[in-house]
């Protein structure tokens, strides 16, 4: 829950913050409900945060994902965490295909324009505020990387497919695309920490 807004309240001019009611620069996320939006507290804090509910293991045709796309196809700022899950053991895990959904939604109300995906990985945040403890760790260095701008024209083609199965392929060709930059990106930073071993008991994997 502290990647997003620790992070990132870093890399935005701290202006945005003050100037987002008459700008609205600041980034949209989406975050599990059962995750950021458990009691009335948490619930406050990320809807204004600007961050969107979304039900994990009830599929990608989730109304937060039209939502979502809106904003993309009006040049809104989106953050994903597009794993869909938190992974423990530091590395990159699989990516999930409403990326690729997300993408393509986008791109059919914004006239045939591809959003512009950028991708970034960071490092070192489980140093930071390790899931042992409760309060921050000072004094501790992150590592952000930034990539190119994912080009997908090859692929957004045949997101208008009628074609059910041709559109699901589509969607997971993205994802791939997506998963491929992100695998490079980690390549390049120092590795997170393994914490798998003092983890919180597994949620079963949405789909």
């Known amino acids: 829950m502290f990647d997003d807004p620790g992070v990132l309240s870093l890399l935005m001019p701290w202006h945005w913050l003050w100037s987002e009611p008459l700008t609205e620069k600041v980034r949209w996320s989406i975050c599990a409900r059962e995750v950021c939006f458990k009691n009335e507290l948490l619930r406050h804090?990320?809807?204004?945060?600007?961050?969107?509910?979304?039900?994990?293991?009830?599929?990608?045709?989730?109304?937060?994902?039209?939502?979502?796309?809106?904003?993309?196809?009006?040049?809104?700022?989106?953050h994903l965490f597009p794993e869909g899950r938190i992974n423990y053991d530091g590395k990159l895990g699989p990516l999930?295909?409403?990326?690729?959904?997300?993408?393509?939604?986008?791109?059919?109300?914004?006239?045939?324009?591809?959003?512009?995906?950028?991708?970034?990985?960071?490092?070192?945040?489980?140093?930071?505020?390790?899931?042992?403890?409760?309060?921050?760790?000072?004094?501790?260095?992150?590592?952000?990387?930034?990539?190119?701008?994912?080009?997908l024209d090859d692929l957004t083609c045949n997101c208008d497919s009628r074609d059910a199965a041709v559109q699901q392929e589509t969607w997971k060709a993205i994802t791939s695309r997506v998963q491929a930059a992100l695998l490079e990106l980690e390549r390049r930073c120092p590795p997170n920490p393994d914490q798998s071993a003092v983890a919180p008991k597994r949620d079963p994997p949405p789909s």
Not at 51 to 76: D, M
Not at 125 to 151: A, F, W, Y
């Open 45 to 78: 804090f990320f809807v204004n945060g600007k961050t969107l509910p979304v039900e994990r293991g009830k599929g990608v045709h989730q109304p937060v994902v039209s939502i979502a796309a809106h904003t993309l196809a009006k040049g809104g700022w989106v």
């Open 96 to 151: 999930r295909w409403g990326v690729g959904k997300l993408i393509c939604e986008a791109r059919q109300l914004n006239g045939g324009r591809d959003p512009a995906l950028l991708p970034f990985y960071h490092s070192g945040m489980g140093e930071v505020l390790p899931i042992t403890m409760d309060r921050l760790n000072v004094g501790k260095q992150v590592e952000v990387q930034v990539g190119e701008l994912i080009k």
